[in-house]
């Protein structure tokens, strides 16, 4: 059988929970390795691989700039299939962008074929996202990993249309870079509500959380990746100047997708203001290319 890679960072397991239906997806034409970055993972050899995807989620419409230290020291042999994976919690076609860094790495190996895929999954900070709303966003992202295998199977390349201001605005809010290192100082945990689980120390990728006289600590290189703030069982951990824009808790989305009460809500349709007026037109575009490969295949 041939062999897959799925290369991703993830923050708060967002764009695991796509890796894992990707994987699922191709596993009857792929045998398919994950591998999820963390502070320690070493750069892999690719050259027993058919098929290589590469994924993150959108920061400040960009990839996050651990993900592409990472990719950095990548060798990317030529003559092997590609796609980029990545998520997001808003369809704007500024996110169009966002994997320019690792197009120029693919590029710089000779790699000028590839395709990249851009699914829609609830935002980790800013605001929660009503479970009505992500059974639509999961409809859309249902239809797409059967484009992403289409394309696969018949080695198809698929692109996301950029131009010269979406590539502007990416370049100049690269500023998850500092970001992270600037607001780690401001981090702080509510010692009334904090139980000590030890949870956040455990689970965040780059050590960047550690106990010193019985309280929690923050070292300064952190990603902002939201994943002890997202996961802290007692909602202790406030994020600095983010913190009015954190969200706490996990989504269920197993009980989401499987809720038939939330089939015909038309979410988006009911919803005003400019933030949702972006989806219709995404999932129209979702539509269109689903439709066409149902339609190649007929
Ligand atoms: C620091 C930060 C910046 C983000 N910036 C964006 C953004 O520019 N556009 C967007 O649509 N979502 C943005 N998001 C939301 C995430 O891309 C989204 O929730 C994603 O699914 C998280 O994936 P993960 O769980 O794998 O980390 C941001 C999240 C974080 C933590
Ligand atoms: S995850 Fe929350 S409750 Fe657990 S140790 Fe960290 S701050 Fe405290
Ligand atoms: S401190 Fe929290 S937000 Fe920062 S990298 Fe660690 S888990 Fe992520």
């Not at 605005?169 to 607001?183: A, D, P």
């Not at 997708?257 to 037109?281: H, I, M, R, T």
Request: hydrophobic share 35%.
């Amino acid at each position: 059988m041939k062999k897959a890679i799925l290369i991703y960072y993830t923050g708060t397991y967002n764009t695991r929970y796509i890796a894992e239906k990707i994987k699922e997806k191709i596993s009857d034409s792929y045998d398919v390795d994950h591998l999820e970055i963390d502070l320690h993972t070493p750069a892999v050899d690719l050259s027993s691989y058919d098929l290589i995807g590469l994924g993150y989620p959108i920061y400040a419409f960009n990839a996050p700039s651990f993900f592409l230290n990472y990719l950095k020291k990548m060798k990317f042999p030529k003559d092997k299939q590609y796609f980029i994976f990545k998520n997001s919690g808003e369809s704007f076609a500024l996110n169009n962008a966002s994997s320019r860094k690792i197009i120029k790495y693919l590029k710089k190996n000779n790699v000028n074929r590839f395709s990249e895929y851009h699914f829609l999954m609830p935002y980790n900070i800013h605001f929660r996202y009503d479970d009505a709303f992500i059974y639509e966003l999961f409809e859309a992202d249902r239809k797409l990993l059967e484009v992403l295998k289409h394309d696969i199977l018949n080695d198809d390349v698929r692109h996301l249309k950029s131009n010269f201001l979406y590539d502007l605005v990416s370049r100049i809010l690269r500023i998850q870079t500092f970001g992270g290192y600037l607001n780690s100082y401001f981090y702080r945990v509510e010692d009334t509500k904090c139980i000590k689980c030890g949870l956040c120390v455990k689970k965040c990728p780059v050590e960047n959380i550690y106990y010193k006289n019985g309280k929690i600590k923050f070292r300064h290189h952190c990603l902002m990746c939201m994943r002890c703030s997202f996961y802290c069982p007692k909602d202790a951990i406030s994020i600095g100047m983010l913190q009015k824009w954190k969200v706490n808790g996990a989504y269920d989305f197993e009980k989401i997708c499987s809720a038939s009460n939330l089939k015909d809500s038309k979410y988006v349709e009911k919803q005003q203001g400019f933030f949702f007026k972006c989806y219709p037109k995404t999932f129209a575009e979702i539509d269109k290319m689903y439709n066409q490969i149902q339609n190649k295949s007929k």
